[in-house]
């Protein structure tokens, strides 16, 4: 069997249950989830996928995790052993995978019968060849048309691109050392792009800081409307209306990165910032070759 744990926003989990999906799909073995040591990371955290989308993995039991962990399975231990701080991150442990970088590990495309996958996958290049068996795992529920359906009626009326800000959590001291702030300058970088390439196009600008897109794109002459991802919507509806616009631009973080992925647009435009860790950490298979970096 192969065990998932799930961990952070729903983003880094889609990447981590998509990843383990795949390795179950190609192996023909059951795949598990467990999201038991959640408590030990401080992330931002959406809620657990199976919650959000009707995926088709059950959840591991502590007998699952016994078989395929041993000793190990105590979610406690488990975060002393596999977690980035820890001294013994980059061992080599029986019947685990842990990622520590975006690039495939051999061991990650071993036949083993038993694996545990723990780290984060942010690759599609870890499910590319189930790409479509991942996409029929994060379908969009029905009832979200009718909680948002004049903003759906109005993004498939015409020409529309998502526009992603998050600020919140990325301006804290942890994540600012981690991350690239994606300025202003990189947003009016992508929106001139897209509208000199789409005629009549509406930005739909979804940020956890409506106040500030207000205040720097009120005057740029683009015809947009502001969502307020904390307030307006749960985040399958946010993730969802991205989706169905024509175009995306996204911000350096895994949600935006999943709505374009799962935005089914032939046609698409995707752009994405071309700095997105501070922290050394090599992504350079994180962005699709067919995305644009600016």
């Not at 300025?183 to 509208?195: E, G, I, K």
Request: aromatic residues 16%; neutral net charge; proline residues 3%.
């Amino acid at each position: 069997m192969i065990i998932a744990n799930l961990m952070g926003g729903l983003g880094n989990q889609m990447f981590q249950y998509s990843a383990a999906l795949s390795l179950s799909y190609e192996t023909q073995s059951p795949l598990l989830i467990t999201n038991d040591m959640s408590s030990y990371f401080n992330q931002h955290n959406n809620g657990p996928l199976d919650q959000i989308f009707p995926i088709s993995s059950k959840r591991a039991t502590k007998s699952d995790l016994y078989k395929v962990l041993g000793l190990k399975s105590s979610p406690i231990l488990r975060y002393l052993l596999f977690s980035e701080k820890s001294f013994f991150h980059n061992w080599n442990f029986k019947s685990v995978v842990n990622e520590s970088n975006f690039h495939l590990a051999n061991k990650f495309l071993s036949d083993g019968d038993d694996l545990y996958l723990h780290g984060y996958f942010q690759s599609e290049n870890f499910f590319i060849k189930s790409c479509e068996f991942v996409r029929s795992e994060f379908i969009f529920e029905d009832r979200l048309t009718q909680n948002c359906e004049s903003l759906f009626n109005e993004i498939r009326r015409h020409p529309s691109a998502s526009i992603h800000i998050r600020r919140g959590d990325y301006l804290n001291r942890r994540n600012s050392k981690l991350f690239h702030a994606c300025d202003l300058d990189y947003y009016l970088r992508a929106m001139q792009y897209v509208a000199s390439r789409t005629e009549k196009i509406k930005f739909y600008i979804f940020s956890d800081d409506p106040k500030w897109a207000h205040e720097n794109f009120y005057h740029k002459g683009y015809d947009f409307c502001i969502i307020n991802t904390i307030s307006y919507a749960a985040a399958q509806t946010d993730m969802f209306l991205m989706s169905l616009c024509d175009h995306n631009i996204i911000a350096n973080s895994t949600f935006s990165w999943w709505a374009a992925w799962l935005n089914s647009n032939n046609d698409k435009i995707v752009i994405s910032p071309d700095k997105w860790f501070k922290n050394g950490r090599n992504a350079s298979d994180l962005i699709p070759n067919s995305w644009i970096k600016i």
